[in-house]
């Protein structure tokens, strides 16, 4: 069974947690850009050498600044999709703000790879049953799926026992499916151990828990016919993520074992099977 591999192409920035002053993308992308670009390369060349092909939710503001490193991607046959035009939440945004961002999105994806995205990512998990009006946007501007849904809630983000394969959602309950709606919902769901949802496809949540583990969870969930989705970041593999003064989860959530996350990462690979989000489930 193939697994769905992804990756989240933002600059590094902490716009969920406030733990300290961090800079935005906006303010200093120009700074930031090792985030990005070297480890965006090593991953690429990860990918090719697993033979494995991956998701790349886009800012659309990054890709117009490096159009050339989404064309590689693109060239290499690694399936482009939108994650909003700079990082913003969708539950800071109005619908009609929300549409215009899409729009946006669309067009510069489109100028670099010749083709609209087929899917999109809210950042921060930021869309839920409070404003799942979000999804109708997402279908009337011709997106295909949607792969916002995280479980469990966990209070600055996530959503509450969504299905555990993709689905069509209903408008009226996001967790619930109904077959009249177009779009398709691609959730990260967690491990269920006992009582515990244990969040482990990807964040901070894969660099804190064990590899072997993570394998367990992974082979566990396909033994009952489930894709498991995984979502990771460039800047997770950086050693120039800027130093701040923050307490101890920011820390965590900030720094903790990206040294390691490549090595773990070629260790999924190795051991499971992958492939892009739309090349499954279309």
């Not at 539950?91 to 215009?100: G, P, Q």
């Not at 619930?176 to 949540?205: H, Q």
């Not at 130093?243 to 820390?251: A, D, L, P, Q």
Request: charged share 25%; proline share 5%; glycine share 4%.
């Amino acid at each position: 069974m193939n697994n769905l591999l992804s990756f989240d192409l933002e600059y590094w920035h902490s716009s969920e947690f406030i733990f300290s002053k961090y800079p935005s993308d906006r303010e200093t992308n120009k700074d930031l850009t090792d985030t990005i670009i070297s480890p965006a390369n090593q991953i690429l060349a990860l990918l090719k050498h697993r033979n494995t092909k991956a998701t790349f939710f886009v800012v659309a503001e990054l890709a117009k600044h490096h159009p050339e490193l989404i064309k590689k991607i693109h060239n290499e046959g690694h399936e482009i999709a939108c994650h909003s035009y700079s990082h913003k939440r969708v539950d800071k945004m109005s619908r009609e703000e929300f549409e215009e961002d899409i729009k946006k999105s669309k067009a510069i994806i489109r100028k670099i790879i010749k083709q609209n995205p087929k899917g999109f990512r809210a950042p921060s998990w930021s869309i839920n049953n409070k404003n799942k009006w979000a999804l109708e946007v997402l279908e009337k501007q011709g997106l295909a799926y949607d792969s916002s849904l995280f479980s469990p809630n966990i209070g600055f983000y996530g959503i509450n026992n969504p299905q555990t394969k993709p689905y069509h959602p209903s408008k009226t309950d996001l967790t619930k499916e109904d077959n009249s709606t177009k779009i398709i919902e691609v959730p990260v769901i967690p491990f269920k151990l006992f009582n515990l949802k244990v969040p482990f496809s990807g964040g901070v949540y894969f660099r804190l828990l064990n590899i072997n583990l993570i394998n367990l969870f992974t082979k566990s969930l396909n033994k009952k016919g489930i894709r498991v989705l995984f979502y990771f970041h460039p800047w997770e593999f950086s050693e120039k993520i800027p130093k701040v003064k923050t307490n101890v989860i920011g820390k965590i959530v900030t720094y903790y074992n990206t040294k390691n996350n490549l090595k773990k990462l070629d260790n999924l690979l190795k051991n499971n099977k992958f492939s892009s989000i739309w090349e499954t489930i279309s």
